[in-house]
């Protein structure tokens, strides 16, 4: 299979690169567009098998599935521009451009010629590029093939879903900006560690071995994460002493009202 990505920039480069460590694609047929040549080099840099293209006509010629890796405002443009080439009984649309759902793309790409386009809306994370992604998927007059080959694709990235479109958007609140909320968390520990006299580099390789570990068990036991919660915390011991001050401060509140803050209703 071919697949061509529209846009190079954090989350299209990502894509590229963890698509070109998986098993569906070769580098060699993984195209890639953008007019910045500097995005582009450095995906040709990590890979030079990936062909960069500035010509995003070009670059979807013959594709199996190309990926509009763009800015929301950046769609209708894009569209303008591609769309006497697209193929749509031959080729896959995917969208990963946020808040615009599938009645709109629907509009932006018509049937034409008695052809109706495929659709297919996603909701990565950066972590793409390290293949740790979790990535929702919904569609558009797609079949259960179809459905079953983007997953697929996009599970060995990570892990994948398909979801209703009804629910994409409180998915890129828990994970696409869920990233960077665990980001922040990460951060927080280190400076704390700084301030109890651990090395800065010390303090985070702590912090993110604990998350791990974490995950691990978790995954492990399939379990509330209250009960590894109750495994730590012993009565008068030090970690519920932690845990109340959190709670106190609003922790738990303060995470469920920035979800709540980034999904787009």
Not at 45 to 73: M, T, Y
Not at 75 to 84: K, N, Q, Y
Not at 156 to 173: D, I, R, T, W, Y
């Amino acid at each position: 299979m071919k697949i061509s990505i529209i846009g190079a920039g954090n989350m299209g480069g990502a894509i590229a690169r963890g698509l070109s460590k998986g098993s569906f694609f070769a580098a060699k047929d993984i195209f890639v567009s953008d007019i910045n040549e500097e995005n582009l080099r450095k995906i040709q840099e990590f890979n030079a098998e990936i062909h960069c293209n500035i010509s995003n006509r070009e670059s979807i010629e013959g594709a199996d599935i190309v990926v509009l890796a763009v800015k929301p405002w950046l769609v209708e443009s894009i569209a303008a521009e591609i769309l006497d080439k697209l193929d749509y009984d031959n080729q896959i649309l995917l969208s990963i451009a946020a808040g615009i759902p599938l009645e709109k793309l629907k509009i932006i790409f018509p049937d034409k010629n008695g052809q109706v386009p495929t659709l297919f809306r996603m909701i990565p994370n950066t972590a793409i590029d390290v293949m740790e992604s979790f990535s929702c998927i919904t569609s558009y007059n797609a079949t259960a093939d179809q459905e079953e080959l983007l997953v697929k694709i996009f599970d060995e990235l990570g892990k994948a879903l398909l979801v209703p479109e009804s629910q994409l958007n409180a998915f890129m609140s828990l994970s696409s900006c869920g990233i960077a909320y665990a980001f922040r968390y990460i951060r927080a520990a280190t400076e704390g560690g700084v301030e109890m006299g651990i090395y800065p580099n010390v303090a985070k390789e702590v912090v993110m071995q604990t998350l791990k570990g974490a995950i691990a068990l978790l995954e492990a036991n399939g379990v509330n994460p209250e009960v590894e919660v109750d495994k730590v915390t012993t009565p008068g011991g030090v970690t519920i002493k932690g845990l109340n001050e959190m709670e106190h401060a609003g922790f738990s509140s303060s995470v469920i009202r920035g979800l709540k803050a980034s999904f787009l209703k």
